[in-house]
């Protein structure tokens, strides 16, 4: 079945410890997202990839960091830069919104991170 | 500037129709979506509507577009237990390299 995996679940972090979140999708999708979702708001975009080896930030990349170096994978990593980090972290694909088609996009299923 | 807006709460009764309501200000988007969040869940969609349409019907969902006020709804008949999550509203355009998606609004179905 294609989907998109994202791991772990959960994940806590040490206050000063960098951590990556994985997500790997098989739809053979182009384009690829991180969102970051904090209670009672909406999505916010820290980073996009619309191909491979290219990825450009989104409205709160910093304290952030990704890397697009195979179509399948893109993983965030949550370095000690970012202050507030405990949230829920949303990955998703999509064919890459430059053609014009429909560009559904297809979601994980999140990684909790919370700082302790 | 792109924004889209929704308001965040919604309770209905079982049985009744829910009406979720979103507007946006970017007059060239092209898709419009609806999404669907279950608690600790990803997104799902649920339904797209192309800019130069009215009105989609699929099943229990209706999607409204009025371009003129950028104005999009999303109705739910018969509106379920099940249906409880919280629903986002999002846009897209051609050429354009992000999705902006809503705040979300949160259904709460009344047994």
């Known amino acids: 079945d294609g989907g998109i995996t994202q791991s772990p679940k959960y994940l806590f972090r040490k206050e000063g410890q960098n951590v990556t979140l994985s997500c790997e999708q098989n739809?053979?999708?182009?384009?690829m997202y991180w969102y970051r979702q904090d209670p009672g708001q909406g999505l916010r975009l820290i980073y996009y990839?619309?191909?491979?080896?290219?990825?450009q930030k989104g409205d709160i990349a910093e304290g952030y960091s990704v890397s697009r170096e195979k179509k399948e994978s893109f993983p965030l990593t949550v370095t000690s830069a970012q202050k507030n980090p405990t949230a829920f972290y949303l990955c998703?694909?999509?064919?890459?919104?430059?053609?014009?088609?429909?560009?559904?996009?297809?979601f994980g299923q999140g990684t909790r991170l919370t700082v302790v | 500037g792109e924004d889209v807006e929704q308001s965040l709460f919604l309770s209905v009764r079982e049985g009744d129709s829910s009406v979720i309501n979103c507007t946006y200000t970017?007059?060239?988007?092209?898709?419009l979506y609806w999404y669907k969040q279950e608690p600790g869940a990803g997104l799902q969609l649920l339904t797209y509507?192309?800019?130069?349409?009215d009105m989609k019907q699929d099943q229990r969902l209706t999607v409204l577009l009025n371009k003129k006020d950028k104005h999009l709804s999303l109705r739910i008949a018969d509106t379920q237990t099940g249906d409880s999550a919280i629903y986002f509203c999002?846009?897209?355009?051609?050429?354009?390299?992000?999705?902006?998606f809503g705040a979300g609004t949160r259904l709460f179905v009344k047994a």
């Open positions: 998703a694909s999509s064919i890459p919104l430059r053609t014009g088609r429909n560009t559904e996009a297809f």
């Open positions: 739809l053979n999708h182009d384009a």
């Open positions: 990839s619309q191909i491979v080896n290219d990825f």
């Open positions: 970017d007059s060239s988007s092209t898709y």
């Open positions: 509507i192309f800019s130069n349409m």
């Open positions: 999002a846009e897209s355009k051609a050429g354009g390299f992000k999705t902006i």
